[in-house]
Every structure is written in C-alpha cells, then in structure tokens.
C-alpha cells in the first residue's frame, strides 16, 4: 500500500510538471507570436513611420532656419515697406499733377497697400522684443514678417503696372537709408570697382594688340 500511494504521488508530481511546463510553453509561444507581429507591424509602417520623422525633422530645420534669419527678415521687410510707401506716394503724386482718370484703380491699390502697412508695423514694433525671445516665438514672427514682404512685393508689382499706364513716375523719392541699404550700398560700390578694373584691363589689352598689329 505504502508503495502504490508513493506511485501515485509521483505520477501526480510528474503531471503537475507536465501541466507547468506546458503552460510556460503556451506563454513562449504567445510572447513569441506577439513579439513576431509586432515587428511584421513596424516593418510594414516602416516607410510612413521614417516619412513622418523625416517630415518632422524638416519642420524643426525650416523653424530654426526661420528664428536665425529673425534679423535677416525684419531688416528686409522694412526696406520694402518703406519703398512701397514711398512708391504709393509718387504714384498719388502724379495722379494729382497730371489728373490722370485712374483714381479707381489707385484707390483699390491704396487699400490693399494701406492693409499690408498695419499688419507690417504691428510686426516690425514686435521685433525688439521678440528677439530676445525663445526660438519659437522668433520663429513665429520671423515666418510672418516673410509673409508680409512677399504681400509688399505683389503690392510693388501691382504698382509698377500703374506706374507704366501713367508713364512712368520720374518724381519717385527712395526711402530713407537703413541698415540693408547701406550693406547694398558697399555690395555695389564694390561692384563697380569691379566693373571698371575690368574695363581697364580689357581697354589695356586691345591697346596692346593694336599696337602689337602695327
């Protein structure tokens, strides 16, 4: 008897083992099927997954790119707008003096321009304290102002137009001289001293050939 009940707790013991070891196999195999569609999962994402984090990474090079040009930007900006003012005032000029029949359409231009102008200089009055600011509020503004100078650049495009069917405006005054004006203004003194160093060498050398002819 002693025996037999010694038989039966091990065969008990044994299925017991059996039953566990068992169940930790189910376990591994469902680890394992989990962990093999999750990976089919990413693989399949892959592409979307590197495009949306290429995406996003764009987004972050194009908003540093926006907060570093901050003063770039502002400077640009405020020439154009000047210009464009003082564009829109040799127009209005001209348009009295010769009493042109285009008031309607000048008018149109005028509110568009008069429009441009408030939202440019509530974002130029910005700038002083902005770029002092976190990149992303730089960022911010810097975006705007390249907004609001592509808006004065349509405005002067729209204004050269008026400008030839009125004749040209030969009284136009150029605004003020600012910062980007007097760094232009070096790009072209430079310029042309270029331009006459080369026409003296080019006018040294047909000298020389001419003479080198006779």
Same mark, same amino acid.
């Given at each position: 008897m002693l025996i037999s009940s010694q038989l039966i707790s091990c065969e008990a013991s044994r299925d017991s083992q059996i039953q566990k070891?068992?169940?930790?196999?189910?376990?591994?195999?469902?680890?394992?099927?989990?962990v093999v569609e999750i990976i089919a999962v990413a693989i399949a994402f892959a592409p979307l997954f @590197?495009?949306?984090g290429k995406d996003a990474l764009k987004s972050v090079k194009k908003e540093a790119s926006y907060s570093k040009n901050l003063k770039q930007n502002y400077e640009a900006l405020q020439w154009e707008l000047n210009f464009l003012l003082d564009f829109?005032?040799?127009i209005e000029r001209t348009i !009295? !003096? !010769? !009493?042109?029949?285009?008031?309607?359409? @000048?008018n149109r231009w005028s509110i568009h321009v008069h429009e441009v102008e408030e939202k440019a200089k509530s974002c130029l009055e910005k700038y002083e304290h902005i770029r002092k600011c976190y990149a992303v509020r730089r960022s911010k503004l810097s975006?705007?102002?390249v907004s609001l100078y592509m808006k004065v650049i349509e405005l002067k495009g729209e204004g050269n137009d008026l400008a030839r069917l009125l004749g040209g405006i030969p009284d136009l005054r150029l605004p003020p001289c600012n910062e980007l004006q007097q760094s232009n203004r070096g790009w072209i003194l430079l310029l042309k001293i270029?331009?006459?160093? #080369?026409? #003296?060498?080019v006018g040294a050398i047909l000298v020389m050939r001419a003479l080198s002819k006779n």
């Amino acid at each position: 008897m002693l025996i037999s009940s010694q038989l039966i707790s091990c065969e008990a013991s044994r299925d017991s083992q059996i039953q566990k070891d068992s169940h930790f196999s189910h376990q591994v195999l469902q680890m394992t099927t989990l962990v093999v569609e999750i990976i089919a999962v990413a693989i399949a994402f892959a592409p979307l997954f @590197y495009q949306v984090g290429k995406d996003a990474l764009k987004s972050v090079k194009k908003e540093a790119s926006y907060s570093k040009n901050l003063k770039q930007n502002y400077e640009a900006l405020q020439w154009e707008l000047n210009f464009l003012l003082d564009f829109k005032s040799g127009i209005e000029r001209t348009i !009295r !003096r !010769r !009493r042109e029949n285009y008031g309607e359409i @000048y008018n149109r231009w005028s509110i568009h321009v008069h429009e441009v102008e408030e939202k440019a200089k509530s974002c130029l009055e910005k700038y002083e304290h902005i770029r002092k600011c976190y990149a992303v509020r730089r960022s911010k503004l810097s975006r705007k102002m390249v907004s609001l100078y592509m808006k004065v650049i349509e405005l002067k495009g729209e204004g050269n137009d008026l400008a030839r069917l009125l004749g040209g405006i030969p009284d136009l005054r150029l605004p003020p001289c600012n910062e980007l004006q007097q760094s232009n203004r070096g790009w072209i003194l430079l310029l042309k001293i270029i331009i006459s160093t #080369a026409s #003296a060498i080019v006018g040294a050398i047909l000298v020389m050939r001419a003479l080198s002819k006779n």
